[in-house]
């Protein structure tokens, strides 16, 4: 098993980003995935998503990436760079750097350090 390296899963610095909900908030840390770790091929759905420069300030990432929430094995909401995930079905006609592309898509984790 692959485990995601830090440049790929986003972490959280408390107040440089509004979580959608506590909820979400709490299932995205480490503290709360005790062994589980976000590890290459694990698909998952996109629930939330930040953009860079993003004019609602709920939706705004603390980097200049887009971040998106996924939720995997109906358990564990981490947050990753969407540099580092693959679309398992592209039927939107939007570019992969707008929010709309990537919210509700399926999505597989990838191996973004090779």
């Not at 998106?68 to 992969?96: F, K, Q, T």
Request: contains cysteine.
């Amino acid at each position: 098993m692959h485990v995601l390296s830090e440049t790929e899963v986003a972490r959280d610095r408390p107040g440089e980003v509004m979580w959608p909900n506590p909820e979400w908030q709490e299932k995205g840390g480490e503290s709360f995935w005790g062994h589980f770790r976000p590890s290459y091929g694990a698909q998952g759905v996109v629930q939330y998503v930040w953009e860079p420069n993003a004019s609602n300030p709920v939706k705004q990432s603390n980097s200049y990436e887009t971040i998106c929430l996924v939720l995997l094995s109906d358990e564990h909401i981490v947050p990753v760079n969407s540099r580092g995930l693959e679309l398992l079905r592209d039927d939107h006609d939007e570019g992969p750097s707008s929010a709309s592309f990537w919210d509700k898509r399926q999505v597989r984790l990838l191996d973004v350090t090779q």
